[in-house]
């Protein structure tokens, strides 16, 4: 993982890093994918699925209903008439 | 029964071990028992940050069904248990908020992540503590705290409520120094609920006095050890053999591609569910909000996470980025399945596959400083097979080392097999003698 | 020039995809809001099962192969209005993929994939200080249809949208503005390298944004440059498109599989799904199925839906021409009576029977058709029919040259239609005086 892909990544999770975290992220990060090689001498398979139990078919009926008054919710937020307040967009 | 504990002693107690971030307001002396729960699971009453800088602040307006469901059984929530940052360590000292101290040796680790709750089930009387365990926060820290732990089935307690680590991997479940207490309050939690469609799909969990006959030891497992452990297993073996129990000693050559897949799914799914602390809605909110958005999200983000956080973050990114996710990603849900085909091979002839918890006994802070994030990842090898398998797995105390430590062992059942777990620990409290530790305030 | 389109409907549902919170128009900003469209630590998604329903129904009407299992990923993006930073959206196995759809009933587009996925809340801007969000957007269904580059100009890409909006709309029940709840992200090259223009809203702004890349992309080819591979948007009020981004600064989604919601079995479920076909589809589908004109189609679909099933019943039995005789002429003609006194369509059938197996002639077929419809009794309708059928013959024994007219240009039929009309006052219907005298020419061709 060379710096500009350290870079690439950190801009892509929104991490800002200062020149000695990215050092030290970069050297981390390839100690740990050099163990991860390992990952490529493990033997693969087709029928995984996305947990480690079969879910299937979870469905909810189209009812719809308000359970926790809004007010409360927005309560610790940071907001303006009922909007929560965000950073400029451009 | 009434609690026999006041806020005094409460707070002294905390001062000295810090297994609680957060505490209830006054005792309920008329709660049938009393409870604590790892701060990763939300909870109406008390702030809940989940170990992390950027959640200070954040009240749930409702409790995770785990903790609702402990209420309603008529426990009383004592205190929301320090951790690792969203869980990311092995010894909680990646915490943003506050390190719990072991209570055998206030100089070492509890373990991690859920280590305020093994240390407040070692601590207190008649207690029970709630856990996660993602790649093995309950084993580990029960392990370091001489108390018993147990990791129920993926899907058998409702994750609702709580904090997101690796949701294919997030587990709830049980620390404390009784035996009976894992089959007791895991009846309490589990069951379908419907507000997290992965408990719903759960067959009902078995009662029946279910004793364990024979144990699968992987000669994987048995690698790697400390002295202390290695010595202390053995012993235990042997009181199993005693017991009537047979012991063979197995293959089971997936386990050492269960570490690598294990981070690589855990953290690709963390970094996405971190990507909400952005400074907006909730947790630490105030920022300069003139800045354009992609620089107020990036700044507030380098702030507040912690270190291991962001080492995850930047890991699980990679892995799962156009380019490297089949490498990486994909190839990990794979040796998910290889790792879960290994153990149905072992348990369809075994009731448990069984190797010591951790490999060694609970580190000096001071060395834990020392390790790099590798080796520490490198520490949870013999309690991520199981937890990428979402197959249920419990520590028990089997032995103590040389400098005075608890050391566990770590029983791993098929899936929704937690009776035979449950049966196991009640029938290993009778053999063996536990040593609570000495609480001074 | 090539063009295609990806485009977000608002499925119908009452409530969200992964919560409870109404669908309705809110009272107020973040009003319709709960933990989970809010992405509040600890909360869960629990996906809509009508959401399913509906991604299916589309997929069917799209012509694509239905998933046997689906499910869901997500995908990572920073923005104010994205409550958990991550979308949840289907990558592997959508619900369908590789569709076929019929553009006027000729030009076939191609459909990549189609699949269902939460929309973001709403941001607005204030000044350039800070934003404002509201959230009760925010879970919204949406099924994303994207088609291949098979559009070949703007006005194309219009018609199409046109089409498909009123299709949908008949499948699923989309109510209110169907054209203006669209939303469009449009892909567009003139040349080799294409460009992206996000999110443009309803189909009129559509045809601007493509017109103005093609006017654009032209002037750049012609002057030697080179199109550059980017995200642009569309700026309604100049109707100019405006560069976002570059391509080596997308956005890495770094897709992942969603684990909190598991896979879905549909094969049996959308096996059990039958949707109803759009006014526009039966009437392309007959045109084709039976090779009539499209016109002809269109007659009996827009007169009922019934008529057009008995039409195709017809056509079965007896082969398209007898239905095209009796079905689009004298049943066609007395439907509207039938349908006010209330009679049912199938009563037709014996006497359509009975002249195809040679029992009856094509004039008492006609009048047992009508007997059938109408209710008359034989007799009072063999002398009218009879003055009517005898005005007729006689009317164009006298002009042979309408009946060869005719051959060449039906319109040659109103002469003798008018002639009819005048000598009998009123007493036949138009409908039925038409259907008469073109049975009758028809015969003598």
């Given at each position: 993982?060379?710096?500009?892909?350290?870079?690439?990544?950190?801009?892509?999770a929104?991490?800002?890093?200062?020149?000695?975290e990215?050092?030290?992220?970069?050297?981390?990060?390839?100690?740990?994918?050099?163990?991860?090689?390992?990952?490529?001498?493990?033997?693969?398979?087709?029928?995984?699925?996305?947990?480690?139990?079969?879910?299937?078919?979870?469905?909810?009926?189209?009812?719809?209903?308000?359970?926790?008054?809004?007010?409360l919710?927005?309560?610790?937020?940071?907001?303006?008439?009922?909007?929560?307040?965000?950073?400029?967009?451009? | 029964?009434?609690?026999?504990?006041t806020?005094?002693?409460?707070?002294?107690?905390n001062?000295r071990?810090?297994?609680?971030?957060?505490?209830?307001?006054?005792?309920?002396?008329?709660?049938?028992?009393?409870?604590?729960?790892?701060?990763?699971l939300?909870?109406?009453?008390?702030?809940?940050?989940?170990?992390?800088?950027?959640?200070?602040?954040?009240k749930p307006?409702?409790?995770?069904?785990?903790i609702?469901?402990?209420?309603?059984?008529?426990?009383?929530?004592?205190?929301?248990t320090?951790?690792?940052?969203?869980?990311?360590?092995?010894?909680?000292?990646?915490s943003?908020?506050?390190?719990?101290?072991?209570?055998?040796?206030?100089?070492?680790?509890?373990?991690?992540?859920?280590?305020?709750?093994?240390?407040a089930?070692?601590?207190?009387?008649?207690?029970?503590?709630?856990g996660?365990?993602?790649?093995?926060?309950?084993?580990?820290?029960a392990?370091?705290?001489?108390?018993?732990?147990?990791?129920?089935?993926?899907g058998?307690?409702?994750?609702?409520?709580?904090?997101?680590?690796?949701?294919s991997?997030?587990?709830?479940?049980?620390?404390?120094?009784?035996?009976?207490?894992?089959?007791?309050?895991?009846?309490v939690?589990?069951?379908?609920?419907?507000?997290?469609?992965?408990?719903c799909?759960?067959?009902?969990?078995?009662?029946?006095?279910?004793?364990?006959?024979?144990?699968?030891?992987?000669k994987?497992?048995?690698?790697?050890?400390?002295?202390?452990?290695?010595?202390?297993?053995?012993?235990?073996?042997?009181?199993?053999k005693?017991?009537?129990?047979?012991?063979?000693?197995v293959?089971?050559?997936?386990l050492?591609?269960?570490?690598?897949?294990?981070?690589?799914?855990?953290?690709?799914?963390?970094?996405?569910?971190?990507a909400?602390y952005?400074?907006?809605?909730?947790?630490?909110?105030?920022?300069?909000?003139?800045l354009?958005?992609?620089?107020?999200?990036?700044?507030?983000?380098?702030e507040?996470?912690?270190?291991?956080?962001?080492?995850?973050?930047?890991?699980?990114?990679?892995?799962?980025?156009?380019?490297?996710?089949?490498?990486?990603?994909?190839?990990?849900?794979?040796?998910?399945?290889?790792?879960?085909?290994d153990?149905?091979?072992?348990?369809?002839?075994?009731?448990?596959?069984?190797?010591p918890?951790?490999?060694?006994?609970?580190?000096?802070?001071?060395?834990?400083?020392?390790?790099?994030?590798?080796?520490?990842?490198k520490?949870?090898?013999?309690?991520?097979?199981?937890?990428?398998?979402?197959?249920?797995?419990?520590?028990?105390?089997?032995?103590?080392?040389?400098?005075?430590?608890?050391?566990?062992?770590?029983?791993?059942?098929?899936?929704?097999?937690?009776?035979?777990?449950?049966?196991?620990?009640?029938?290993?409290?009778?053999?063996?003698?536990?040593?609570?530790?000495?609480?001074?305030? | 020039?090539?063009?295609?389109?990806?485009?977000?409907?608002?499925?119908?549902?009452?409530?969200?995809?992964?919560?409870?919170?109404?669908?309705?128009?809110a009272?107020?900003?973040n009003?319709?809001?709960?933990?989970?469209?809010?992405?509040?630590?600890?909360?869960?998604?629990?996906?809509?099962?009508?959401?399913?329903?509906?991604?299916?129904?589309?997929?069917?009407?799209?012509?694509?192969?239905?998933?046997?299992?689906?499910?869901?990923?997500r995908?990572?993006?920073?923005?104010?209005?994205?409550?958990?930073?991550?979308?949840?959206?289907q990558?592997?196995?959508?619900?369908?993929?590789?569709?076929?759809?019929?553009?006027?009933?000729?030009?076939?587009?191609?459909?990549?994939?189609?699949?269902?996925?939460?929309?973001?809340g709403?941001?607005?801007?204030?000044?350039?200080?800070?934003?404002?969000?509201?959230?009760?957007?925010?879970?919204?269904?949406?099924?994303?249809?994207?088609?291949?580059?098979?559009?070949s100009?703007?006005?194309?890409?219009?018609?199409?949208?046109?089409?498909?909006?009123?299709?949908?709309?008949?499948?699923?029940?989309?109510?209110?503005?169907?054209?203006?709840?669209?939303?469009?992200?449009?892909?567009?090259?003139?040349?080799?390298e294409?460009?992206?223009?996000?999110?443009?809203?309803?189909?009129?702004n559509?045809?601007?944004?493509?017109t103005?890349?093609?006017?654009?992309?032209?002037?750049?080819?012609?002057?030697g440059?080179?199109?550059?591979?980017?995200?642009?948007?569309?700026?309604?009020?100049r109707?100019?498109?405006?560069?976002?981004?570059?391509?080596?600064?997308?956005?890495?989604?770094g897709?992942?599989?969603?684990?909190?919601?598991?896979?879905?079995?549909?094969?049996?479920?959308?096996?059990?799904?039958?949707?109803?076909?759009?006014?526009l589809?039966?009437?392309?589908?007959?045109?084709?199925?039976?090779?009539?004109?499209?016109?002809?189609?269109?007659?009996?679909?827009?007169t009922?839906?019934?008529?057009?099933?008995?039409?195709?019943?017809?056509a079965?039995?007896?082969?398209?021409?007898?239905?095209?005789?009796?079905?689009?002429?004298?049943v066609?003609?007395?439907?509207?009576?039938?349908?006010?006194?209330?009679?049912?369509?199938?009563?037709?059938?014996?006497?359509?029977?009975?002249?195809?197996s040679?029992?009856?002639?094509?004039t008492?077929?006609?009048?047992?058709?009508?007997?059938?419809?109408?209710?008359?009794?034989?007799?009072?309708?063999?002398?009218?029919?009879?003055?009517?059928?005898?005005?007729?013959?006689?009317?164009?024994?006298?002009?042979?040259?309408?009946?060869?007219?005719?051959?060449?240009?039906?319109?040659?039929?109103?002469?003798?239609?008018?002639?009819?009309?005048?000598?009998?006052?009123?007493?036949?219907?138009?409908?039925?005086?038409?259907?008469?005298?073109?049975?009758?020419i028809?015969?003598?061709?």
């Open positions: 993982m060379d710096r500009e892909t350290v870079e690439r990544v950190a801009r892509a929104h991490i800002k890093l200062t020149e000695a990215l050092e030290a992220y970069s050297r981390d990060l390839n100690e740990i994918l050099s163990y991860f090689e390992l990952l490529d001498e493990a033997p693969g398979c087709d029928d995984y699925g996305v947990n480690p139990i079969d879910v299937c078919d979870v469905l909810r009926d189209d009812e719809p209903r308000m359970e926790i008054d809004p007010d919710l927005l309560k610790d937020m940071n907001t303006y008439e009922g909007y929560v307040r965000g950073p400029r967009l451009s | 029964m009434s609690i026999d504990m806020m005094e002693r409460m707070r002294a107690i001062d071990y810090l297994m609680f971030h957060a505490m209830a307001e006054s005792v309920d002396t008329d709660a049938g028992f009393t409870f604590s729960a790892k701060d990763n939300t909870s109406k009453d008390m702030e809940t940050c989940a170990g992390s800088k950027i959640l200070i602040g954040y307006v409702f409790d995770a069904t785990s609702a469901r402990m209420r309603e059984e008529g426990g009383f929530l004592m205190g929301k320090n951790m690792d940052e969203f869980g990311f360590g092995t010894f909680s000292t990646n943003g908020l506050e390190v719990p101290r072991n209570p055998h040796d206030v100089e070492r680790a509890c373990g991690g992540s859920s280590g305020g709750s093994a240390c089930a070692a601590v207190f009387e008649d207690h029970v503590s709630l996660v365990s993602t790649g093995g926060s309950i084993c580990c820290p392990s370091f705290c001489g108390v018993y732990g147990m990791a129920p089935t993926y058998r307690v409702s994750r609702y409520g709580l904090i997101d680590y690796g949701n991997l997030d587990k709830i479940g049980i620390l404390s120094a009784k035996a009976g207490d894992l089959r007791r309050y895991i009846n939690m589990a069951g379908k609920d419907p507000k997290d469609p992965t408990s799909v759960q067959p009902e969990l078995k009662n029946e006095e279910r004793s364990m006959k024979s144990v699968a030891v992987p994987e497992g048995i690698e790697g050890l400390s002295k202390d452990v290695e010595s202390a297993f053995n012993n235990a073996l042997e009181d199993l005693r017991m009537g129990i047979d012991v063979e000693y293959d089971m050559p997936s050492r591609f269960a570490m690598p897949a294990y981070y690589v799914l855990a953290t690709s799914e963390a970094s996405t569910n971190l909400r952005v400074g907006m809605r909730y947790g630490q909110q105030e920022g300069d909000l003139s354009k958005f992609d620089d107020y999200f990036s700044s507030f983000r380098s507040y996470f912690g270190d291991e956080a962001k080492r995850r973050i930047l890991l699980g990114t990679y892995t799962r980025m156009a380019g490297f996710r089949d490498r990486y990603y994909a190839k990990a849900l794979q040796v998910r399945k290889v790792v879960i085909d153990y149905k091979r072992i348990l369809a002839d075994h009731d448990a596959v069984l190797a918890t951790m490999p060694f006994t609970a580190p000096r802070f001071d060395d834990i400083s020392k390790m790099s994030a590798l080796d520490s990842y520490a949870d090898y013999l309690t991520i097979p199981a937890n990428i398998a979402g197959t249920p797995h419990m520590s028990v105390p089997c032995g103590y080392g040389s400098d005075g430590m608890p050391i566990g062992m770590q029983f791993v059942a098929d899936h929704w097999d937690e009776n035979v777990l449950f049966t196991m620990a009640e029938d290993w409290e009778k053999e063996f003698d536990l040593r609570r530790p000495e609480v001074t305030i | 020039m090539k063009i295609g389109l990806e485009i977000h409907v608002q499925l119908p549902t009452k409530s969200k995809m992964f919560c409870s919170c109404p669908t309705t128009d009272p107020a900003p009003t319709h809001v709960c933990p989970t469209c809010l992405g509040m630590p600890g909360s869960r998604p629990v996906l809509n099962r009508k959401v399913l329903e509906y991604g299916i129904m589309l997929a069917k009407m799209l012509g694509c192969k239905v998933a046997d299992t689906t499910w869901f990923s995908k990572t993006y920073f923005y104010p209005d994205m409550s958990k930073s991550v979308q949840i959206t990558y592997d196995n959508p619900v369908g993929e590789g569709g076929v759809y019929y553009l006027g009933g000729k030009k076939p587009i191609r459909i990549t994939r189609i699949h269902i996925e939460e929309d973001p709403k941001t607005k801007r204030v000044g350039d200080q800070s934003s404002l969000v509201d959230y009760n957007r925010s879970g919204i269904p949406l099924a994303e249809i994207v088609t291949e580059p098979d559009l100009t703007p006005a194309e890409a219009r018609e199409f949208l046109g089409q498909l909006i009123s299709d949908i709309r008949h499948v699923i029940d989309l109510p209110g503005d169907g054209e203006r709840s669209i939303r469009c992200d449009c892909n567009i090259s003139v040349g080799k294409r460009c992206e223009v996000k999110n443009v809203t309803g189909l009129k559509v045809e601007r944004a493509l103005y890349e093609l006017v654009r992309q032209t002037k750049v080819l012609k002057a440059g080179k199109v550059e591979r980017e995200t642009r948007r569309f700026d309604e009020e109707g100019v498109t405006i560069s976002v981004r570059k391509k080596e600064f997308e956005a890495d989604y897709y992942i599989d969603e684990p909190d919601l598991g896979m879905y079995n549909i094969k049996e479920l959308a096996e059990s799904i039958k949707i109803k076909e759009s006014p589809q039966m009437t392309l589908r007959l045109a084709r199925d039976y090779e009539i004109d499209q016109k002809m189609a269109k007659q009996l679909v827009t009922s839906v019934s008529l057009a099933e008995v039409f195709e019943t017809v079965k039995q007896y082969g398209t021409p007898n239905a095209v005789k009796w079905v689009a002429g004298p066609s003609a007395n439907w509207k009576h039938m349908e006010a006194r209330g009679g049912t369509p199938e009563d037709v059938l014996p006497a359509i029977a009975r002249f195809a040679g029992e009856i002639t094509d008492e077929c006609a009048m047992e058709i009508k007997c059938a419809m109408t209710g008359e009794s034989m007799e009072s309708l063999g002398n009218a029919t009879g003055d009517l059928e005898n005005i007729i013959s006689g009317y164009l024994d006298e002009n042979p040259g309408i009946v060869s007219d005719y051959a060449k240009n039906d319109k040659a039929a109103n002469k003798a239609i008018g002639y009819v009309m005048k000598q009998t006052g009123g007493k036949y219907s138009s409908a039925e005086v038409v259907e008469a005298v073109k049975r009758i028809e015969s003598r061709l």
